[in-house]
C-alpha cells in the first residue's frame, strides 16, 4: 500500500520568537532564554485528494494564526514553574506576554503543535489524512520530534 506524505514548514524566518527556560535544568537552560522557533508538519494520507494531495497547504491558516498566537513573541513558563507568579506579574505589567503551559521545551512544543494540529486535519479533512510528526528546531543544531503513534493500515 502506498502512503502519501507532504511537508508544511513555518521556518526560523517567520518570526516566532518565543523565550522559555527548563526550571528544572541544572545547566544554563535553567534561565530565560529564547530562539525563533521553526516549525515542520508531515502530514500523511492513504489517499489523495481530488486535487492530488495530502492537504491543502491553503487551507492551514488556522494553524498559522494558533503558532503566532502561541509562540509569537510570547514567553512559554511551565504551570508547575516555582517563578509562575513572578511570570504572571511581569504580564500584568506588560514586560513579557505570557503563555502558561503543561511543559517548555522542543519536546514539550513539538506535542504541543502535533495534539492541536491533529484535531485541526481531523476536522478538516476526517480519516483521509493525518499529522505524521511535528519537528520544533530551536536552531540548526537543536530540535525534537512529536510523533503520532502509527495508524494500522
Not at 516566532?16 to 534561565?31: G, I, K, P, V, Y
Not at 502530514?43 to 491558516?61: C, P, Q, S, T, Y
Not at 503543535?113 to 480519516?127: N, P, R, V
Amino acid at each position: 500500500m502506498t502512503k502519501f506524505f507532504s511537508v508544511k514548514k513555518y521556518g526560523h524566518e517567520r518570526g516566532l520568537s518565543a523565550a522559555f527556560r527548563q526550571w528544572r535544568a541544572e545547566s544554563h537552560c535553567r534561565f530565560l532564554h529564547g530562539y525563533s522557533l521553526e516549525f515542520e508538519f508531515k502530514f500523511g494520507a492513504i489517499r489523495l485528494d481530488e486535487k492530488n494531495w495530502v492537504v491543502d497547504f491553503g487551507g492551514l491558516k488556522e494553524l498559522e494564526a494558533w503558532l503566532r498566537e502561541t509562540f509569537d513573541h510570547k514567553t512559554l513558563v511551565a504551570l508547575d514553574d516555582p517563578m509562575m507568579e513572578t511570570f504572571q506579574r511581569l504580564d500584568a505589567d506588560s514586560i513579557i506576554d505570557l503563555v502558561a503551559v503543561d511543559g517548555t521545551g522542543a519536546e514539550m512544543f513539538a506535542n504541543m503543535a502535533l495534539e492541536f494540529s491533529s484535531e485541526l486535519i481531523e476536522k478538516q479533512y476526517g480519516a483521509r489524512c493525518w499529522v505524521e510528526s511535528v519537528t520544533v528546531r530551536e536552531h540548526g543544531a537543536n530540535s525534537a520530534i512529536a510523533e503520532r503513534s502509527k495508524l494500522s493500515d
